[in-house]
């Protein structure tokens, strides 16, 4: 792990100086002395802290082991898997075994979920300031595994459970402190491992690809489709069997089930180690920012000069920032410019420039890049209060509806197999064919920029909104005419398959709009600050999940004065859900048009700097 993170050799060969005899041996095993064996030119190394040889690392092969799936290693498809299992029929774990309300169980999956999202930051400040992705990646994915055991064991022991009752109404026993803390201590170590390891095992994929070489740039936008796609594969296999053990034999088995799986996922990444390539961390980032912002405080009364007179170390130098590329000078926030002004007393007499007062343009870029995704952050957010309704409201929805299919009952939360099954035939749609068909209109190789796909998701996802409130009004009516206002034990007569359009439009807007975030905050976060990007991505799933929470508690409280029932009440029938869904179109209409205002503002980030070594002699020992 030391020489992973401190890289000194991998950056002494970079530099061309030779290394020590204790650190001297040959970078290819089995190769003559005569061989030149070609390296990536991004500066990663492989486990080792050597230069990352690019036929031996990397690329599709690797990647392989955190997404794949036909292939069999993929740690994501079974992570998932485990994770969905836990995530998707918890509001009816809630209700039905701890006996919560509709409102608060939903609550409750919100802001857990909204947790789930946040804890990523501290998986991402680690990775990028002294672990390195590969590690917190390790670290994270066993707490993930002690959560899931901690989780297993609370539904299978009666003693942690509050007595079950053949009814459910107020009458049923309450959990004790003791249990409900238990239960939910569990939930949030799941929280903490599946969220931290999520955001830096992101990275660590896409890593895998050069992006100073065109066609492994190329790649890893495919990587982002397909890796979104061994996520979907984990929750649609979730949303199939795990949600019925659940639902069918037991809540335990169910959970259990779902820790098994995310051992295999476990087991999965690991495989992988030998062959992973590794972007060094580039110290604390926290610290990088303040230092910019003070150096900015210190001469606030300056003029800024014009941008070829900031200060930059020479061009044939690589960023004094380790494992990151330079970026070029951009002319927002101006007064951040300031800290990159060079003033006597700047440098000390070995003319090293003090970090407090002397930031490089680089460094000045890197926080001027996260302002400038703080409102795309913000906009991006709704698409996750509309997708948080999935395990939610929707399954509240689905539950008093009719769940035959054949001989059978379908536990309602598994309707979440029709979003997943929508991904998966948008994402091959989206590498095969619209990236082809909107490139000749686009003139972009891409088909369309990680924004505008971010964009066009967001539009999709009004339409999933229009349709539930649709499907809600008709369900009302069918109630009414079956005269079933009052009796909420019996199934309104109406097939929780017309549910269909609602899910499929969310699973649409996804592929949009999921992979558009996991892209544009990996490719626009500086070099050093990848995990703390993919924590931006996630965080706007974080911001949605939380405004849900706080819309739910809102609507509840406003709609169930004076005794009245409420939108989102404990009897749907006598409820208004539809009005609920008008509520979050309307929103989601709006916040489009300020997404769109955010996007046209936006200024992509330039990276520049001296080329890496193409090539690194076997002979030079």
Avoid at 296 to 308: A, D, E, G, L
Wanted: hydrophobic share 45%; glycine share 8%.
């Amino acid at each position: 792990m030391a020489d992973l993170v401190t890289g000194k050799y991998a950056f002494s060969r970079l530099r061309g100086d030779e290394p020590s005899d204790e650190e001297g041996r040959d970078d290819v095993e089995g190769t003559s002395s005569r061989e030149e064996v070609e390296i990536t030119n991004d500066g990663t190394v492989d486990f080792r802290g050597r230069p990352a040889i690019r036929a031996k690392t990397g690329g599709w092969k690797t990647s392989w082991f955190i997404y794949c799936f036909c292939g069999v290693p993929a740690n994501q498809v079974f992570a998932n898997m485990g994770f969905y299992g836990c995530s998707a029929n918890l509001v009816r774990y809630l209700t039905s075994v701890m006996h919560q309300s509709n409102a608060t169980a939903s609550t409750n999956v919100s802001n857990w979920n909204g947790v789930g999202y946040i804890t990523p930051l501290i998986g991402a400040f680690l990775a990028d300031a002294y672990w390195g992705r590969y590690w917190a990646s390790f670290v994270f994915t066993f707490i993930f595994v002690i959560g899931m055991i901690f989780l297993t064991v609370s539904a299978s022991l009666p003693s942690l459970r509050p007595q079950q009752c053949a009814t459910q109404d107020l009458l049923c026993p309450q959990p004790s402190s003791a249990q409900a803390a238990f239960l939910f201590f569990s939930l949030y170590i799941v929280d903490l491992g599946a969220g931290a390891f999520q955001c830096v095992v992101t990275p660590l994929g896409a890593d895998q690809f050069d992006d100073e070489d065109p066609e492994e740039k190329a790649q890893k936008t495919s990587f982002f489709n397909w890796y979104y796609q061994s996520m979907n594969m984990g929750g649609l296999l979730a949303g199939t069997f795990l949600i019925y053990i659940q639902d069918n034999v037991s809540w335990g088995l169910g959970f259990g089930a779902s820790l098994i799986a995310v051992v295999i996922g476990t087991m999965c990444f690991l495989g992988g180690t030998p062959f992973y390539r590794h972007n060094l961390p580039g110290g604390n980032p926290i610290t990088r920012i303040t230092q910019v912002i003070v150096a900015s405080v210190r001469k606030w009364y300056i003029k800024i000069p014009i941008s070829s007179e900031l200060y930059e170390v020479p061009e044939e130098m690589e960023s004094i920032i380790q494992g990151s590329r330079k970026i070029r000078h951009t002319n927002e926030f101006r007064f951040l410019d300031k800290a990159a002004v060079e003033m006597d007393g700047d440098k000390s007499d070995d003319s090293s420039a003090n970090p407090w007062r002397l930031c490089t343009i680089t460094q000045v870029e890197e926080v001027k890049v996260l302002v400038r995704m703080i409102p795309i952050t913000i906009t991006s957010a709704m698409f996750s209060t509309i997708y948080n309704q999935m395990s939610t409201v929707f399954v509240l929805q689905g539950a008093t509806m009719d769940l035959r299919m054949g001989y059978f009952n379908i536990p309602p939360a598994s309707l979440t197999v029709v979003e997943l099954l929508s991904v998966s035939v948008w994402v091959p749609i989206y590498d095969f064919f619209l990236i082809r068909l909107a490139s000749k209109f686009t003139n972009n190789p891409r088909g369309f920029t990680e924004l505008q796909r971010i964009g066009i998701g967001l539009l999709i996802s009004v339409f999933s909104m229009v349709a539930a409130a649709l499907l809600e009004i008709q369900r009302l009516e069918v109630a009414r005419l079956h005269e079933l206002l009052d009796d909420p034990t019996v199934p309104v007569p109406l097939s929780v398959f017309w549910q269909i359009p609602q899910y499929f439009f969310v699973g649409a807007a996804e592929v949009f709009t999921y992979v558009g975030i996991y892209e544009f905050f990996y490719g626009e976060s500086p070099d050093a600050m990848r995990g703390l990007g993919t924590a931006f991505a996630l965080l706007t799933v974080a911001l949605g999940s939380f405004l849900s929470s706080v819309l739910l508690t809102i609507v509840t409280h406003f709609t169930s004065k004076d005794g009245a029932p409420g939108w989102i009440a404990d009897n749907l029938n006598r409820g208004h859900l539809d009005y609920f869904f008008w509520l979050l179109a309307g929103m989601s209409t709006v916040n489009l048009v300020f997404y769109v205002v955010c996007a046209r503002w936006y200024t992509t980030k330039q990276t520049w700097g001296p080329s890496k070594p193409a090539t690194l002699s076997s002979g030079t020992q």
